[in-house]
């Protein structure tokens, strides 16, 4: 049984890479741009570089452009209170949806979520593709806690003590989202990414600690645990399934342009276990065709495969279908996948990068000095010497003569790359367009003199085109991504926690956890 699955999760990751891996290179390019990382083995389709200057660099405006456009969609959507607000169909769901209201704030307020939503918009403009994870969490963590103990002596107290005991207490309970890397994701092939819930399986990968996974086991989260430590002190292998022969084709850029290098498996000593490569899966299958249940309809299964070798999770899925959901700003329901704001502007910014280096490389040539010289007329070796304030001599034949404009002269070269400052103010011009990002918008004082009214209508045309985005965002990810996080806390959040949380109000009026029909 065990190698059933194990071979189900390997089969459904490789068929998933297989088509999520031809766009890598596009999403590595992405990143170089955003960041204006120079690429000096970047080349073109005819095989020359596109980077061919020995000092060049990337002018950073597509990073400009994408921190405009990310800051305004976290404004419009993260920026108000609350952050996502619900209402209810009819009267009787008003004070519910108030309650649920209260209790997703509390939660995106007590994790990270506002920095995964910026995270989550930064991506989907980045790769075209911006994937987040929400999971309901019970975190359980060893906490001292202090208890009074009393002590007496015949029938009598005499004194108290505090004692201060380990115990594993429930720290938080409720939903925690997180981002996911489109290199880390998987989807089925058979659908488009935008359309993932109509496929078969979605999942990731991603490490944890051999540590983290032992305390989690205690919770009865994962099992197999104590026989995973036992096989990484005999094998080496911590591989994802399918990874390539030079993993760097399976990974994101980003350590490179930060001058870090990718985090290794390697462990301090040879009692740390290190860090475990995970592939989790959220599949539908028939329980009865893998002999994991003898039932023979579709279900929601969740498994995870710990080093491309060993089950350490496998059970049927607590949620109504798979909890990843996703961004896409320019979105194709008939795309497999769609581009980002780098990909669209490459071509306009490397022009742009070109005007610039080019001119500046004709630049540095004319401000070396060129001489023309006569070295019958002057001491050649007082030309090279270098350092300030160089005594030149002249030749001995040439003394008193007055012939020392004839002796040596500046070469005058013409700097034909002058328009180029010109040209390049078109192609940021250009860029602004397709990238609904204005002047104004990017906080740009415009030299030329408008009225108001001008200055406003340009800006209002253009947060009218991001404004469609963001309701697409809405419709894509936000939405769903809210109404999960609410049907999590009806179905799976403690009685004590929601009072807790909504500060016994609710129970003051009555109100249960009933189900929001919107």
């Known amino acids: 049984l065990h190698d059933v699955v194990r071979q189900l999760v390997r089969d459904r990751f490789k068929m998933a890479r297989n088509k999520v891996v031809q766009r890598y290179d596009k999403w590595r390019q992405s990143e170089n741009l955003h960041l204006a990382y120079v690429d000096e083995s970047e080349v073109d389709k005819a095989g020359k570089k596109i980077n061919p200057f020995t000092r060049g660099i990337i002018v950073p405006y597509t990073n400009a452009i994408m921190n405009t456009r990310t800051s305004y969609f976290f404004s419009v959507i993260g920026g108000k209170s609350p952050i996502i607000p619900i209402e209810g169909v009819g009267p009787s769901d008003i004070m519910p949806a108030k ?10 307020e007590n994790t990270s979520a506002l920095a995964v939503l910026y995270c989550w918009l930064q991506d989907a403009d980045r790769y075209g593709l911006g994937i987040i994870k929400n999971l309901f969490h019970e975190i359980r963590e060893n906490r001292y806690l202090m208890r009074r103990q009393k002590f007496a002596a015949f029938g009598v107290d005499l004194f108290e003590r505090k004692i201060k005991e380990m115990k594993r207490v429930l720290t938080y309970e409720g939903n925690i989202a997180s981002n996911i890397s489109p290199f880390s994701f998987y989807s089925d092939p058979n659908v488009n990414i935008s359309h993932l819930q109509e496929g ?29 430590g036992n096989y990484l002190k005999t094998s080496k292998v911590d591989n994802f399934t399918d990874t390539d022969e030079d993993s760097n084709k399976d990974e994101s850029n980003l350590s490179r342009i930060a001058g870090v290098e990718t985090i290794s498996s390697n462990t301090a000593d040879e009692k740390d276990k290190g860090f475990i490569n995970l592939e989790q899966i959220y599949i539908t299958l028939i329980p009865n065709d893998y002999d994991l249940a003898k039932r023979k309809q579709p279900e929601d299964w969740l498994i995870t495969l710990a080093n491309n070798e060993m089950i350490i999770q496998c059970e049927p899925s607590i949620y109504n279908h798979f909890p990843f959901y996703v961004l896409e700003p320019n979105h194709d329901y008939a795309s497999p996948f769609n581009m980002g704001t780098p990909e669209m502007l490459k071509g306009l910014n490397d022009t742009l990068s070109w005007l610039f280096n080019s001119h500046y490389e004709n630049v540095r040539k004319i401000i070396n ?73 990017m906080g740009v004082v415009e030299e030329v003199k408008r009225t108001a009214t001008e200055s406003s209508s340009t800006v209002n045309l253009a947060t009218a085109r991001l404004k469609t985005i963001a309701k697409i965002y809405v419709i894509l990810g936000i939405n769903p991504w809210t109404k999960d996080a609410t049907f999590n806390n009806q179905h799976l959040l403690s009685e004590e926690r929601y009072y807790k949380i909504t500060d016994t109000l609710a129970e003051e009026l009555g109100q249960d956890r009933e189900i929001i029909k919107n």
């Open 99 to 108: 309650f649920a209201e209260m209790i997703n704030e509390y939660q995106i």
């Open 369 to 441: 000095d060129t001489l023309v010289v006569d070295p019958s007329l002057v001491e050649i070796k007082d030309l090279l010497r270098g350092g300030p304030a160089k005594l030149v001599r002249m030749k001995e034949r040439a003394y008193g003569l007055g012939m020392i404009d004839k002796a040596v002269k500046q070469l005058n070269v013409s700097d034909i790359t002058r328009g180029h400052i010109g040209d390049a103010q078109h192609v940021i011009d250009l860029m602004q367009i397709v990238s609904s990002t204005p002047n104004n918008l």
């Open 200 to 228: 078969e399986f979605a999942g990731h990968k991603f490490s944890r600690s051999y540590n983290y996974l032992l305390n989690q086991s205690r919770d009865n989260i994962y099992f197999n645990i104590i026989e995973l």
